[in-house]
């Protein structure tokens, strides 16, 4: 399963760094990425990283965030820097894992975590 952490509320300006945890058997971890979804909005995909490290990121938040990883803790992390009022939203966490079952079979998942709020406002 997935655990993220780390929303809040900030002033426009302000910082703040999300961490998203893994958790299981896991043997590998693919790719991973960050959703947000604002009020009354569609949940959409602000950045991407590969196991190979590359990493891509929605045009808005160019710049300002940077999204991380450490495979051989199994968390993923999102730098949030110069953040705007039109960032604020439910961030979601999102992996592609492969992980033993409990019957001890190789398998593969696409997981979400539960979502932390992010508020930007004065």
């Known amino acids: 399963q997935l655990q993220a952490c780390g929303g809040g509320l900030v002033q426009p300006g302000g910082s703040l760094r999300l961490s998203c945890a893994a958790s299981?058997?896991?043997?590998?971890?693919?790719?991973m990425g960050w959703y947000r979804q604002a009020p009354g909005k569609q949940r959409e995909l602000v950045a991407t990283?590969?196991?190979?490290?590359?990493?891509s990121y929605v045009d808005s938040v160019k710049g300002r965030f940077t999204i991380t990883r450490d495979d051989a803790k199994k968390t993923m992390y999102f730098e949030m820097n110069s953040l705007k009022p039109e960032d604020t939203a439910v961030y979601y966490c999102?992996?592609?894992?492969?992980?033993?079952?409990?019957?001890?079979?190789?398998?593969?998942?696409?997981?979400w975590g539960q979502g932390t709020q992010v508020t930007v406002s004065s």
């Open positions: 299981g058997r896991i043997f590998n971890i693919n790719d």
């Open positions: 999102n992996a592609d894992i492969n992980y033993y079952s409990d019957a001890d079979v190789a398998s593969r998942g696409d997981y």
């Open positions: 990283t590969t196991s190979s490290g590359s990493t």
